[in-house]
């Protein structure tokens, strides 16, 4: 896939940190698969992931989580 921030590099396999902030609840997940593109580093989630990672930070919130440093996938 080729990137669509830079439109040079392409976008290989790989794993990602995403920091969320969001109502008082901070989260920092590790190791989330992702492709990344090989020239700028600009980092892409496929779907599936990207809803677990919103499962994950509704949970977090919704629980009163004030800071979670997780490696992915978190354990429900």
Do not use: N, W
């Not at 892409?44 to 509704?58: G, K, S, W």
């Not at 004030?66 to 996938?73: G, N």
């Amino acid at each position: 896939m080729k990137c669509a921030a830079c439109a040079t590099g392409e976008a290989v396999p790989g794993t990602t940190t995403i920091t969320v902030e969001r109502d008082g609840t901070t989260l920092l997940l590790k190791a989330v698969p992702a492709h990344i593109c090989d020239d700028c580093g600009e980092d892409y989630l496929d779907a599936e992931v990207l809803a677990e990672v919103e499962r994950i930070v509704e949970t977090a919130v919704d629980s009163g989580v004030e800071l979670l440093v997780r490696d992915f996938p978190v354990s429900r």
